[in-house]
């Protein structure tokens, strides 16, 4: 499988631990980007990153949230002392880079990673 | 600030009826949009996009989307839907001066009766 892919796929934790997500992209795609999907929404963006460097982030990533993309491929997604108000779908999708032209814009998306905070 | 609304929390049809699903986004200038889908059990998968152009795309399964500048719309049609697109559908918006912060409708869900 090519694809855009995610562990784990679901998570249990309880509530003041620190959890962490991996994504790995789509093996050329330079760009991934994080984002939450909870009940009845449509995923909101979280963080975008271009190789290694964050570029972007939402007021919706507070401090106890951390991405990193150390090496430009994966990236991991850390939540430190998780709240109930944590638990979502935590999706990653990626797209090729600029070299792409206006496919730059399209987004693979991977499964998701199910975070239940109990 | 970007945002998207889509008119329909649930929509339920019969085979063979044909579908509109409605998408408006509030910014106003140069936009990139999509429609991406959700079956069950499965990863978003794009269906569609407008980035320039003829505003009359078309997407895999038959599905396509009129962008309406003046309307500020990008609706999803299709003819004649089957059981097997029993899905959410989800409208996105990439304006060129938000970089590359993509914001998504609530999504539509659509159930097909056979």
């Known amino acids: 499988d090519t694809g855009v892919s995610q562990d784990p796929r679901h998570k249990i934790t309880k509530r003041g631990q620190n959890v962490t997500f991996r994504c790995d992209p789509i093996?050329?795609?330079?760009?991934l980007y994080w984002y939450r999907q909870t009940l009845g929404q449509g995923p909101e963006f979280l963080t975008y990153?271009?190789?290694?460097?964050?570029?972007?982030k939402s007021r919706l990533l507070s401090d106890r949230f951390s991405a990193e993309r150390p090496k430009g491929s994966f990236s991991t997604l850390e939540i430190q002392h998780t709240e109930q108000g944590d638990s979502a779908m935590y999706l990653c999708?990626?797209?090729?880079?600029?070299?792409?032209?206006?496919?730059?814009?399209?987004?693979?998306f991977g499964a998701g990673t199910r975070l239940s905070v109990l | 600030a970007q945002s998207v609304s889509q008119h329909n929390h649930h929509v339920i049809l019969s085979e063979a009826a044909s579908l509109e699903l409605g998408c408006n986004y509030s910014?106003?200038?140069?936009?990139?949009l999509f429609w991406y889908v959700q079956y069950p059990g499965q990863h978003l998968q794009l269906l569609l996009k407008?980035?320039?152009?003829?505003?009359l795309v078309k997407g895999i399964k038959g599905f396509e989307a009129e962008f309406i500048k003046s309307k500020f719309s990008f609706n999803l049609r299709k003819p004649s839907v089957q059981w097997s697109d029993t899905a959410e559908y989800f409208c996105?918006?990439?304006?060129?001066?938000?970089?590359?912060?993509?914001?998504f409708g609530p999504g539509t869900r659509l159930s097909v009766l056979p």
């Open positions: 990153f271009q190789n290694e460097a964050q570029l972007e």
């Open positions: 996105a918006v990439n304006a060129d001066n938000y970089g590359q912060n993509f914001v």
């Open positions: 910014y106003g200038g140069t936009v990139n």
């Open positions: 093996s050329e795609h330079n760009r």
């Open positions: 999708a990626s797209s090729p880079g600029r070299l792409a032209g206006l496919a730059k814009n399209i987004q693979y």
């Open positions: 407008y980035f320039s152009g003829d505003p």
